[in-house]
């Protein structure tokens, strides 16, 4: 990788750290990226996991240091959600890269759809609920979660905010601090398949990784709202190109 690929793939870390940390996202650039640069699909996905590793760790201390943490809560999501992780991960690995590919266009698409039409916005925060019955529904939900973030992870962000608004009714800001530290937790293990496996391009992970642990600290201790609404049109042009070029080309 020369030095303009390296710019390009630290400078699409920036990018998608930001974008993580606030909302979800930013795997639909960074993945299809890395394939784009020569990287096997399933080698693209696992080297993809080390940048959302260290700047999931990032973001997570950016919000703890805000005084947003809500734990052991954010434990249990993770414990469970490390369980599904290692299911999809596995599942991802063995996937013919063509298939993959594919599965991954149609993501980004529903994606964009989100972005049109966001479903989210109908989904508002209701009365802060963590009796032992919600805890215990997001703890099984959270295993399903994990399942899909070990398996592809890109915009995972969207569905784990679906998710803890209506079961728990959290606030944007705790989701996205408890949305941290759960991917944290499940990504340790889904990466371990990965490297187990051989799927990880350690020069391109780390050099997609300084760029997003600097893009989730800077979004982690910036006012959640600011950056949404200039996020969702370069989302939404990224995306389509990329999920076009990923199903025909």
């Known amino acids: 990788m020369g030095l303009q690929d390296s710019l390009i793939v630290g400078g699409a870390g920036l990018l998608a750290g930001f974008i993580n940390t606030l909302a979800g996202g930013g795997s639909l650039i960074t993945l299809p990226l890395l394939i784009f640069l020569g990287l096997p699909p399933n080698v693209a996905n696992g080297t993809n996991r080390l940048a959302i590793l260290l700047g999931t760790f990032s973001a997570a201390t950016g919000f703890r240091s805000k005084g947003v ?7 249990w999501l993770g414990l469970s959600a490390v369980m599904g992780a290692v299911i999809g991960a596995k ?3 063995d996937l013919k890269g063509e298939t993959f590919n594919r599965i991954l266009a149609v993501v980004m698409i529903l994606v964009v759809l989100n972005i049109v039409f966001n479903p989210l916005k109908k989904i508002t925060a209701k009365t802060e609920n963590l009796s032992t019955g919600k805890q215990w529904a997001g703890i099984v939900a959270f295993f399903f979660v994990g399942i899909y973030g070990g398996f592809i992870q890109a915009g995972v962000g969207f569905i784990i905010i679906a998710t ?3 079961i728990n009714g959290f606030d944007l800001v705790k989701t996205n601090s408890i949305k941290a530290m759960v991917i944290f937790i499940y990504t340790i293990a ?10 990880v ?5 780390f050099t997609l990784a300084a760029g997003n642990v600097s893009g989730a600290w800077i979004a982690s201790r910036w006012s959640v709202g600011r950056g949404q609404h200039f996020i969702k049109p370069i989302l939404l042009v990224m995306v389509t ?9």
């Open 190 to 199: 889904a990466f371990s398949v990965f490297v187990l496996d051989q799927k």
């Open 164 to 166: 803890l608004t209506t």
């Open 69 to 75: 943490f809500v734990f052991p809560y954010s434990l």
């Open 91 to 93: 599942v991802s690995i």
């Open 241 to 249: 190109a990329m999920a076009i070029r990923l199903w025909f080309f």
């Open 201 to 205: 391009n350690w020069w391109v992970g």
